[in-house]
């Protein structure tokens, strides 16, 4: 799968005609030089809808969200799904995933980063 994903990228770069510089995905628009969150939500919920899915089940929020879920499932490291997520704060990323504090306290003190 990263294969694909690299090869879809440079596809997409080449395509494109993107110097090392640009954004990899710039504005629609010309008042910014990247995609907006705004035009990114817009994307991901046409997308959805052209496989025929419900768009308010699949929003951006929830998609990070159920990925960093993932990374903490199969690898149980707490710091590292902070550090992905960008919270300063250990409890911050507890609480965002769900899990109990005393637990991943203890799980984060055995993880070393």
């Known amino acids: 799968m990263m294969q694909q994903t690299r090869e879809a990228i440079a ?10 510089d640009d954004y990899l995905f710039p504005s629609r628009t010309k008042s910014s030089l990247h995609l907006s969150t705004r035009q990114y939500a817009k994307i991901v919920g046409s997308w959805v809808a052209s496989i025929a899915l419900d ?10 969200r159920t990925k960093a879920s993932l990374i903490y499932r199969r690898t149980k490291n707490l710091r590292a799904v902070q550090l992905l997520l960008g919270h300063t704060k250990l409890e911050s990323t507890v609480r965002y995933l769900g899990i109990e504090v005393d637990d991943a306290l203890e799980m984060a003190e055995q993880t070393e980063v």
């Open 11 to 20: 596809d997409w770069i080449n395509h494109a005609s993107l110097a090392k």
């Open 55 to 64: 768009p308010a089940a699949y929003e951006t929020h929830s998609l990070r």
